[in-house]
C-alpha cells in the first residue's frame, strides 16, 4: 500500500497509519520521524537538518525532500508506506509528485479523514504524553488513563499535557491548517486520488481504506 492520510491534528492519523502497517507490512513515514532518523544517523543530511532545528528554524522544503527521497529507497518502504502528516502544504505536495515520479513510484490513494472539530478538541485537551523523550507513549484521560499517580505505565517518567494541545493552542492548530493543509483535499481530488471518510473509529476507517485501495 502507497498512501498519504491528510487530517486535522487530532484526527488520529497516527494511530490509523499503525493499524495499515500491521495490515500489510508497509511503513509508517512522518516528517518528525525521518528527521529524527537522520539527524540519529549522523547523515549528511541529518546534519543539515539538525543545524535548522537547533537553531528552531523551519526546516525547508528542499532538506525535507532530499530526506524524503533517500528515505523512500530505504529496504522497507519497497512493501509500501503511509505518509502520516505530510505533505502539509501545496508546493511539498508537488515537490513530492516530482519525487515520486523521479522514483517510478505510483501512490494507490489519499485518504482525507473528516472528524468534527468537537471530537478533535475533546480528544486533544484529554491528551496525555509521557515525558520520556526515548518513549513518548500517548494517553488519555478518558479512555486509556496512566497509572493512578500521573506515571507511564511503559517506563515510569511523568505524563504531561503538551504545550500545543490546551483548548487555546489547538484552535490555533485547526486555523492554521485550515489555511495551509485543507487545500490539499481539493489538490488530490483533482489528482483523482482523493477518499473521504468520516468515522470516529479508527477500526472502521481502516478497513474502508483497505477496501478501497483492493
Not at 509508517?28 to 537538518?49: M, P
Not at 524524503?68 to 502539509?88: C, H, N, S, T
Not at 517510478?104 to 520520556?132: E, G, M, Y
Not at 492548530?173 to 473509529?201: H, Q
Amino acid at each position: 500500500m502507497r498512501t498519504v492520510l491528510l487530517g486535522a491534528p487530532g484526527a488520529g492519523k497516527g494511530t490509523i497509519a499503525k493499524q495499515l502497517t500491521a495490515h500489510d507490512g508497509s511503513v509508517q513515514i512522518s516528517t518528525g520521524d525521518i528527521l529524527r532518523g537522520a539527524v540519529k544517523a549522523g547523515s549528511e543530511l541529518g546534519k543539515k537538518a539538525q543545524g535548522y532545528m537547533e537553531r528552531g528554524d523551519l526546516v525547508p522544503d528542499s532538506l525535507i525532500m532530499d530526506i524524503m527521497e533517500a528515505r523512500l529507497q530505504e529496504p522497507d518502504a519497497k512493501k509500501g508506506f503511509i505518509l502520516d502528516g505530510f505533505p502539509r502544504t501545496i508546493p511539498q505536495a508537488e515537490a513530492l509528485k516530482v519525487l515520486l515520479q523521479k522514483l517510478a513510484i505510483k501512490l494507490d490513494t489519499v485518504i482525507n479523514i473528516d472528524v468534527p472539530k468537537a471530537v478533535i478538541l475533546d480528544r486533544l485537551t484529554t491528551r496525555r504524553t509521557c515525558s520520556n523523550s526515548d518513549c513518548q507513549e500517548i494517553y488519555n484521560v478518558k479512555s486509556k488513563p496512566a497509572s493512578p499517580d500521573g506515571k507511564c505505565l511503559k517506563c515510569g517518567s511523568p505524563v504531561v499535557q503538551r504545550a500545543d494541545e490546551t483548548e487555546e493552542a489547538i484552535t490555533i492548530r485547526l486555523a492554521t491548517y485550515n489555511e495551509k493543509t485543507a487545500p490539499l483535499i481539493d489538490f488530490y481530488r483533482k489528482e483523482g486520488l482523493l477518499k473521504t471518510v468520516s468515522s470516529l473509529s479508527s477500526e472502521e476507517i481502516v478497513k474502508e481504506i483497505i477496501k478501497g485501495v483492493k
